[in-house]
């Protein structure tokens, strides 16, 4: 199969003014050919000015670009076939995706992820559409009113007379799966309930929150609930192997295994290959070989937990180990497979040890096993993060000719490679060609364009982005969110930025960490450090991390104004909250706001 060849043709227009390539990128993203009315409503498309702007869920955001006095780019028209064209290259198709792993505060590249085909995923999942929408929207909204306020939000629940199911409780915990104070009131309610009973699900869901914020005596509490119940599942045990594992706990990790063993829960080597997979995953490589050299006698290793040693000593750059794992492995008579390649070839790149990494690709190549997709894409994300892109398209070239075909996640690494270069002509080219191939872009194709506009400070755009996003029935992650309202902080637009954060609950997303820092920070650089307080109050609350903030810059406004029952409030609700470190820094504030009101009334 010979090579596409807009491929040849983008490296010969490298010289092609950037201001014309994003020109016809811009217009691609926020013209639509579809729509030739002059208005839409009921949440459909809103026409102005001769220029469609998707609305498909009214997004209150949306509109109000529509309307900003603010823009820090004028948009510039284009003829009417260059933008049917540039449109029709994200198509109009509706197609789905999962939710994206996009660092709030920057990735090197949106295909760059530590996620590779070796190991076990788990996690708790909810139902896809929920049972009882409007009964989950309806306890969400009790739960989020009432749980900071002296009212009782039980009593308010009680009398909501809720027919308590198990999707439903599973659901509601997923909006505050970053909330644990609110998320755990609401399972401790539910479980008082008459005629409810949780079930695996319900405990497990909770498990996932508790682990998540490393609540472990009260996760390991629910764990021996569950067992004296007989509803323990190997989820459970995952959840807090991988719990204790990123905490870098490896005896409590460890621990698990011998709890599983208390409740005569079955131990064959695939539980095995999961508690090992989750210790090389959270760095602990040699925790994990540790454990299997204990173990090893017990049960028959198979291809995958040597895979899961490889991919540990390889997450930690011991290439060493790695090659005696390699090797134990094949003394045991088996033969390394494209998994184990695939993982040895992410070792090799990780460690800076690109030659090696390429000999090793070509052995593949010529003695097999031959490279597949992921192979191929390992090795493009790795040129395009040093932006050695015309070796990143030999490479595609070389897939092509292979007869392997390309996949969302392999443009998505060229997308963001020519994107960080501003090459945006060929951006438009790789999305054109996407659609054509029948691999439209996903949701982490959308998430690098997104990261693409907001690196470029330019809020809108990536708005406009999410809005054909929407369109195109790709449903955002909470990372989506947060890169578009940090972006319209970084250019100052507050009101923006806020907004986003209200489509984002509006949505049902549940702000996280990240989410709660990009909002404090940008009110707080925008001289709003009272907004920013309820919502740091909000985060101690719903007992969640505190921010990384500039507490210094915050505490000024308030000292200033001479308020130091602010900072004695911030410090009691941190404290309870065991935020130690935020607590001494708040009562600090407040003795230097009370010895500065005590100095200026002597003067007075």
Same mark, same amino acid.
């Given at each position: 199969m010979a090579p596409p060849p807009w491929l040849y043709l983008s490296m010969r227009r490298s010289s092609i003014r950037n201001t014309h390539s994003f020109q016809r990128l811009h217009c691609f993203l926020v013209c639509s +050919? #579809?729509?030739?009315?002059?208005?839409? %409503?009921?949440?459909? !498309?809103?026409?102005?000015?001769?220029?469609?702007?998707?609305?498909? +869920? #009214?997004?209150?955001?949306?509109?109000? %670009?529509?309307?900003? !006095?603010?823009?820090?780019h004028r948009q510039v028209s284009l003829p009417h076939s260059s933008v049917q064209l540039l449109d029709a290259s994200l198509g109009f198709r509706g197609f789905s995706s999962g939710s994206s792993d996009v660092s709030d505060d920057g990735i090197e590249s949106e295909c760059d992820n530590d996620d590779d085909d070796v190991g076990i995923e788990t996690g708790v999942s909810c139902a896809e559409s929920s049972t009882y929408p409007e009964e989950v929207e309806r306890v969400c909204k009790v739960i989020d009113e009432l749980f900071a306020l002296d009212r009782n939000m039980e009593a308010v629940l009680n009398e909501m007379k809720l027919d308590l199911s198990h999707d439903l409780i599973v659901e509601v915990l997923e909006r505050f799966r970053h909330a644990r104070k609110p998320a755990f009131r609401f399972f401790c309610w539910a479980a008082e309930k008459q005629g409810f009973a949780h079930d695996s699900r319900t405990y497990d869901s909770m498990m996932s929150i508790l682990a998540k914020t490393r609540q472990f005596e009260t996760m390991v509490s629910i764990l021996e609930e569950m067992g004296t119940k007989g509803l323990l599942t190997m989820e459970t045990f995952t959840i807090a192997m991988k719990a204790f594992a990123a905490a870098k706990e490896r005896k409590k990790a460890v621990g698990i295994f011998e709890l599983m063993k208390k409740y005569k829960f079955k131990i064959g080597v695939e539980t095995i290959n999961c508690l090992l997979d989750s210790l090389g995953r959270a760095k602990l490589g040699k925790e994990a070989q540790v454990l299997f050299d204990k173990l090893k006698e017990r049960f028959t290793p198979n291809?995958?937990?040597?895979?899961?040693?490889?991919?540990?000593?390889?997450?930690?750059?011991?290439?060493?180990?790695?090659?005696?794992?390699?090797?134990?492995?094949?003394?045991?008579?088996?033969?390394?497979?494209?998994?184990?390649?695939?993982?040895?070839?992410?070792?090799?790149?990780?460690?800076?040890?690109?030659?090696?990494a390429i000999k090793l690709f070509h052995v593949m190549k010529s003695k097999g096993p031959c490279p597949n997709v992921r192979s191929y894409t390992i090795m493009i994300r790795d040129f395009c993060k040093q932006s050695s892109m015309e070796t990143a398209i030999e490479y595609f070239d070389d897939m092509v000719d292979s007869g392997l075909q390309p996949d969302a996640a392999v443009y998505t690494c060229l997308i963001t490679g020519f994107g960080t270069q501003r090459k945006l002509d060929t951006v438009y080219e790789l999305l054109k060609e996407m659609q054509e191939k029948g691999h439209p872009p996903d949701g982490k194709t959308y998430n690098a364009l997104i990261k693409l506009m907001a690196n470029q400070k330019m809020p809108e755009h990536a708005t406009r982005v999410y809005n054909k996003m929407i369109q195109n029935e790709i449903e955002p992650s909470i990372h989506t969110f947060n890169m578009i309202m940090k972006s319209y902080f970084m250019v100052r637009n507050d009101e923006m930025g806020r907004a986003v954060w209200e489509e984002m609950i509006k949505k049902g997303i549940c702000p996280d960490d990240n989410s709660y820092t990009v909002l404090i920070r940008g009110l707080i650089g925008e001289g709003k450090s009272r907004e920013a307080c309820r919502y740091l109050e909000e985060m101690l609350d719903k007992g969640m991390k505190t921010p990384l903030i500039d507490y210094n810059k915050f505490a000024a406004d308030f000292h200033r104004g001479g308020q130091p029952e602010i900072f004695e409030e911030l410090a009691q609700r941190a404290k309870f909250s065991g935020k130690f470190a935020a607590a001494e820094i708040f009562a600090r504030w407040a003795q230097m706001t009370r010895r500065r009101c005590k100095q200026r009334f002597m003067e007075d």
């Open positions: +050919s #579809s729509f030739n009315s002059d208005e839409f %409503i009921s949440g459909q !498309t809103r026409v102005t000015g001769g220029r469609g702007f998707s609305a498909a +869920s #009214s997004l209150p955001f949306s509109r109000m %670009i529509q309307s900003s !006095t603010y823009h820090p291809m995958m937990t040597y895979t899961v040693l490889l991919n540990g000593w390889c997450r930690v750059r011991n290439l060493i180990e790695a090659a005696r794992i390699w090797n134990d492995m094949i003394d045991q008579g088996l033969k390394p497979d494209i998994v184990a390649h695939n993982v040895m070839l992410e070792g090799l790149l990780r460690s800076r040890k690109k030659s090696d």
